[in-house]
């Protein structure tokens, strides 16, 4: 949410006590300071209307429960479920869906936006927060999101918004990677959710989909910044779910939704015909949204689970299912093992079959029990009690490693090279505190973690930060805050601690006594003040004062459940079975078993816990961590139901208004002198580094040289700020924005920013130089290139133009030899022609005769009368061209006739004549030879005459197709 200067509460100025609409009236006697913070708030409280506008806690004068409380309820009242507290994010649960709240159109918001804190406050800002982070590559580069909060709080829906968030985000690029891969990384990535939700999340009388174990889930991003895997530890499994259900809570999602999804099919597999009870299966009838075992199947799927994994999964918690249906009765005989009725044989069997183990062997291990007398093996029957033990531990032994296998599994499909990720985000969600009826020692471990990751809170935000404000010279006033150090020590401490006094009852290997466990703790421990006991109480227990409240804890069946212990007959009859799944997990299981004898330290349930909560603790001191609490507005989980009683608790025991305290006056970044002139000292000229100096150049720098730089910086930042307001700051602002430590400068948020700002600019300046010379060498190089392209072609051509000319010339040569050789030979061979020409000069004129001059057939020489030349082409063309002559030139009088017996001369209109004098006429080409071919050559083409019709016999014959222009002898 945006939050203007007009936005803000009209009833008090922020940082001050100036109050409009609210005038301190003057007492004769002096106010108490009980009596000025009543009218503080009281003040606070009037313009009630505007309370929702404060999206961040530390805006609030004064900062007190009370206030922060309207805050709150106020925001909620219109439906704003996230707060900001200075360095943290409350998150109020308003127990019903709000799509519009996560949808893409929101990440993409905050992901786009220049200034993410500016936008309303919101879980994907915190997201954003941490990734541009990695992306800045300050150290520490690897970023934490600690979820925390009550157990209904909406810790499992935050963890599931920050990975679709991670995975829309970081997925988004595709250098590197194509997108079918980035696309397949993401989908396991967010597939791994409901697998882990359905086998270790269960419906609680607080909360319908409660995690019953703690995960730190690790997402791996490259260089680039795009996720390339993920994986997941896991941290205490409550496996005792499995054969003991408190009262109205259920047992694991997964087997619910095996009983209300299964196909026909499956149950006949399973024997779980649908009328079937079980009675580790309570409250069957109650449906919940998690009951989806088709979403189950489809991310086993995603995950690469193929179908016969998943039958060997299923047929496994189906006998686990008919296992607890099991139950023996009190033998006759005591020295004989337990009686099983007609109907618990028949579960048995069922157990044994999914199981894939003897029957007879399967309950021989429940009712009998082995004991080691030196070298031999002395069997002796278990009683009822500890016949029901031995099938409840067989029952939480197989889930918890089932369970193991596949985080392992998970691991294994999203998990990327080393070498491949280089920065992580971490993503912590731990089971809320909790409080109970009747609490043991989950209950213990649970608090144990929740108070381990106050403490770090505590470490982080709270001490470490006042202590170094005291180291660094910074003026500071205390803040008073609840350090929960003396709990934990009681806890985990050493050399006596409740952890400690445990482990040692468990290795002495004797038979439980709660009592005297009890008064061992009342003599070792009562000195902390954080222990103490209900002396009415007839009940072994001792009570814990942790952070949240006081629990009480019951020692009964504490010591069993620390020891934890398997029978070894039952583990080598599992490692029998003919299920390749369960031969599997117990196989490794058996591997990493130590092999000593005895219980060692690390074998029972506290010591392990205590172990892998220090290496999760060990990461998030490494890290940047970004707290979020999520806060219970009412304990029935109705929606938009705000109780102040139960919020005012929550605020209190985490520690909010502190944080809000030491948010609000202090100056949440800290950076060494060192990274801060690396990173921003390209801001000053006057620098005494470079931009891209290495670490080594730094350390031969005296510290006042750095100092200084440090200053130059800050003083051409705060300056540039001030010619852009148009005011001038004074030092009282400065001072509000940034410090410079001994070691350190300590900045505010906007004092960040404005360095980040600065730098950017100087940074876009710098890469639009370097762009400007780079496209100036671009372009001063591709004139280059094309100038010599121009002139490469140009030569090109002319070579070929050349080379062409050439060829034209030679050809032309030999065109003109062909034509002159053939000219010539024909001018001989015309002149060879005419030698018969003068003889024909000086015969007389033919006499004709009567009958052959009317027909009209031929006419030589000179004869003064026409003759119609009647032949076809040459009639036609002739007879349309009457200024054409025809010359006929033979060299016999045999030729000639020949030639003259092809021609058909009409008679009928006589105007045209055929001469043969070829002196008066000239010669336009005769050429004859005998049995050869006469060819007739014009001095006028008839081919533009050839659309000329004759018109002998009615013959109707047109075009130039019909005009033959040679004819044959």
Not at 518 to 545: Q, Y
Not at 742 to 748: D, E, I, S, Y
Not at 856 to 885: D, F, Y
Not at 929 to 945: D, E, T
Request: glycine share 4%; charged share 20%; proline share 4%.
């Amino acid at each position: 949410m945006h939050c203007e200067e007009s936005q803000r509460t009209a009833g008090f100025e922020h940082g001050g006590r100036k109050m409009n609409g609210f005038h301190k009236k003057g007492h004769p006697r002096q106010q108490t300071l009980n009596d000025s913070l009543e009218e503080d708030i009281q003040a606070f409280l009037i313009e009630e209307d505007q309370l929702h506008t404060y999206d961040d806690l530390t805006k609030v004068n004064p900062v007190t429960p009370t206030t922060v409380l309207k805050c709150l309820q106020a925001r909620y009242s219109v439906k704003v479920f996230y707060t900001h507290a200075g360095c943290t994010l409350v998150a109020l649960n308003p127990f019903q869906p709000i799509p519009q709240l996560y949808s893409l159109e929101v990440m993409r918001e905050y992901h786009c936006a220049p200034r993410p804190q500016e936008f309303k406050p919101h879980i994907f800002a915190v997201a954003e927060g941490a990734y541009r982070n990695v992306r800045g590559q300050l150290e520490p580069v690897n970023q934490s999101l600690v979820i925390s909060g009550e157990s209904g709080a909406g810790k499992t829906w935050t963890s599931r918004c920050l990975m679709k968030y991670y995975a829309t985000v970081a997925s988004s690029s595709s250098v590197v990677k194509s997108q079918d891969t980035v696309h397949r990384i993401e989908r396991r990535v967010l597939d791994s959710n409901p697998i882990m939700e359905a086998f270790g999340n269960a419906c609680t009388l607080r909360n319908h989909n409660s995690s019953r174990f703690g995960k730190y889930i690790q997402l791996q991003l490259d260089r680039s910044q795009v996720l390339v895997g993920a994986s997941v530890q896991t941290y205490l499994l409550e496996k005792t779910r499995v054969a003991c259900q408190p009262a109205n809570e259920r047992n694991f999602h997964i087997f619910y939704q095996m009983m209300k999804g299964a196909t026909d099919e499956q149950r006949k597999e399973w024997k779980m015909p649908h009328e079937q009870q079980f009675t580790w299966l309570p409250n069957v009838q109650k449906t919940v949204e998690e009951d989806c075992f088709d979403e189950t199947l489809e991310a086993m799927v995603h995950l690469s689970i193929n179908a016969e994994r998943q039958g060997q999964i299923f047929r496994i918690l189906a006998g686990i299912l008919h296992l607890g249906n099991v139950n023996f009765c009190s033998p006759v005989d005591e020295s004989q093992p337990c009686d099983l009725n007609e109907e618990s044989a028949e579960f048995l069997h069922r157990a044994a079959g999914l199981l894939c183990i003897p029957a007879d062997q399967l309950q021989t291990c429940l009712r009998v029990r082995m004991l080691k007398a030196g070298k031999h093996n002395v069997l002796k029957p278990c009683s009822q009690s500890e016949c029901g033990v031995r099938r409840d531990c067989l029952a939480k032994v197989i889930y918890a490693l089932l369970f193991e296998w596949l985080v392992t599994f998970i691991n294994n499909s999203i998990c990327a090279d080393n070498s491949t990720w280089c920065n992580f985000i971490g993503l912590l969600d731990v089971y809320g505190f909790e409080c109970f009826q009747i609490n043991n020692l989950e209950q213990l471990c649970i608090n144990y973690a929740n108070e381990k990751l106050q403490q770090h809170f505590v470490a982080h935000y709270l001490r470490a930060q006042q202590d170094e404000y005291v180291l660094e010279g910074l003026e500071w006033s205390f803040v008073k805050y609840q350090d929960n150090q003396s709990c934990l020590e009681l806890i985990e401490g050493s050399p006596s601690s409740v952890f400690s006094l445990l482990n040692e009852e468990c290795r002495l290997n004797r038979a439980s006594d709660p009592q005297k466990l009890s008064v061992r703790l009342e003599n070792d421990l009562s000195e902390n003040a954080n222990i103490s006991w209900d002396k009415l109480s007839k009940v072994p227990h001792f009570i814990v004062a942790h952070y949240a409240g006081k629990v009480s804890y019951k020692i009964e069946g504490m010591m069993e459940k620390n020891k934890d212990p398997v029978p070894p007959e039952l583990s080598e009859l599992l490692q029998m079975s003919e299920n390749p799944l369960l031969h599997l997990v117990f196989a490794d299981s058996e591997a990493d078993c130590p092999t000593s004898r005895g219980l060692s330290k690390a074998a029972t349930v506290v010591s392990k816990f205590k172990t892998s909560l220090e290496s999760l603790m060990k990461i998030l001191h490494s890290t940047t961590p970004h707290y979020t609490r999520c806060i219970k507005p009412n304990p029935h989980c109705t929606p938009l139901t705000f109780k102040k009683e139960e919020v005012i608790m929550q605020l209190e025991a985490c520690g909010i208004v502190e944080t809000i305290h030491i948010s609000a006056a202090g100056f949440p970044i800290r950076i060494p002198f060192k990274g801060f002139v690396q990173r921003y000292g390209m801001i000053s000229k006057s620098s005494v580094l470079k931009p891209g100096a290495q670490s080594s150049d730094v350390e031969i720098r005296s510290a006042v040289e750095i100092r200084s730089a440090v200053e130059n910086v800050l003083r051409a930042v705060l300056q540039s700020q001030s010619l852009d307001s148009s005011q001038q700051l004074d030092s009282e602002t400065h001072s509000s924005l940034v410090h410079c430590g001994r070691t350190k400068v300590f900045l505010t948020q906007r004092m960040l920013e404005l360095l980040e700002v600065q730098r950017k600019a100087i940074l876009t300046q710098r890469a639009f130089s370097i762009q400007c010379c780079w496209r100036r060498y671009q372009c001063h190089r591709r004139h280059t290139q094309r100038r010599a392209a121009t002139l490469i072609q140009t030569v090109v051509r002319s070579w070929l133009v050349r080379r062409q000319v050439q060829k034209w010339n030679r050809a032309a040569s030999v065109i003109q030899t062909t034509w002159r050789t053939w000219r010539a030979r024909m001018d001989a061979l015309a002149e060879a022609e005419l030698d018969d020409a003068k003889d024909l000069l000086e015969e007389d004129e033919p006499v004709i005769k009567p009958e052959l001059r009317e027909s009209g057939l031929v006419q030589l020489s000179n004869i003064p009368e026409p003759i119609t030349v009647r032949s076809w082409p040459m009639g036609l063309a002739l007879a349309s061209a009457p200024a054409n002559t025809m010359s006929l030139t033979a060299l016999s009088f045999q030729k000639m006739l020949s030639v003259m017996a092809y021609l058909s001369f009409p008679s009928s209109r006589g105007e045209y004549k055929v001469e043969t004098n070829q002196y008066k006429h000239g010669l336009a080409s005769i050429r004859a030879q005998p049995k050869g071919s006469v060819k007739l050559h014009y001095r006028r083409s008839p081919l533009l005459y050839a659309d000329i019709q004759p018109d002998q016999m009615g013959e109707r014959l047109t075009g130039f197709n019909e005009i033959l222009l040679e004819k044959s002898l």
